[in-house]
């Protein structure tokens, strides 16, 4: 089992930056993929990128790539996604992810392939 907390939401102007942090507890994360997605409303649940636990390894989605970068604290277990230069359409609620199955053969795009969410922070960007 793993336990996943977000925080850092919040209401920020279009060209501002935001920082999420993802809180894990719970079994080990070794050979684990610690994702981000969001959600906007009426939209599907989207990648937004991931990072491999074991060697810091990172992928982003198209839309976000070069504005927004994943991180992991390795003092603390906790993993970041910085956001700079924010759009209106980033605007979504952003769940943080665990993928901990080291037998998938899934996607780590995919949000189907994780196994365990946090309850979301809601990341608004007005223009």
């Known amino acids: 089992q793993v336990q996943l907390v977000e925080s850092g939401g919040g209401l920020v102007q279009a060209g501002d930056s935001l920082r999420l942090t993802c809180t894990a507890s719970g079994q080990s994360l070794s050979g684990a993929y610690m994702g981000w997605f969001r959600q906007a409303p009426g939209k599907e649940r989207e990648f937004v990128a991931t990072i491999y636990w074991d060697n810091d390894h990172t992928m982003y989605a198209g839309s976000v790539k070069g504005r927004f970068t994943i991180s992991r604290d390795h003092a603390n277990g906790a993993m970041s996604l910085q956001m700079d230069t924010l759009k209106p359409e980033d605007t979504a609620v952003y769940y943080c992810?665990?993928?901990?199955?080291?037998?998938?053969?899934?996607?780590?795009?995919?949000?189907?392939?994780?196994?365990?969410w946090g309850q979301g922070t809601q990341v608004t960007v007005s223009s």
């Open positions: 992810a665990a993928r901990v199955d080291i037998t998938s053969v899934q996607s780590v795009r995919e949000p189907r392939s994780y196994d365990y």
